[in-house]
């Protein structure tokens, strides 16, 4: 079993910055794709960003392009996202995922079967 715990949230003026981390729990760490995803109020869970099992490989939505990066330190368990230039959109619960099923697409949140309890991001005007 892997339990990913997220942390890093908070509340930050439009334009700031703030870097998430998750850690997770298990052996398998080393060997998992890890991807963020993050709900507003009142709509469904959208998919942030991916990165493969040795960060070679990272993928994002075109909303976050070019504003927030997704790195991971497989020696410390986790993965990160440091978003910049965030904006009140950005406002949402951010959840960390992994144990991705083969072959399924990184941007899904049905392809992960072990989620976070997920961190509150607040971006003021």
């Known amino acids: 079993q892997v339990q990913p715990v997220e942390s890093g949230g908070g509340l930050v003026q439009a334009g700031g910055s703030l870097r998430l981390s998750c850690a997770a729990s298990?052996?398998?760490?080393?060997?998992?794709?890890m991807g963020w995803f993050r709900q507003a109020p009142g709509k469904e869970r959208e998919f942030v960003a991916a990165?493969?099992?040795?960060?070679?490989?990272?993928y994002y939505a075109e909303s976050v392009k070019g504003r927030f990066t997704i790195s991971r330190d497989n020696a410390k368990n986790t993965v990160y996202l440091q978003m910049n230039s965030l904006k009140p959109e950005d406002t949402a619960v951010y959840y960390c995922s992994t144990g991705k099923r083969p072959m399924s697409a990184y941007s899904l949140p049905e392809a992960y079967a072990y989620w976070g309890q997920g961190t509150q991001v607040t971006v003021s005007s």
């Open positions: 990165i493969n099992w040795n960060g070679g490989s990272t």
């Open positions: 298990g052996r398998t760490f080393s060997t998992s794709a």
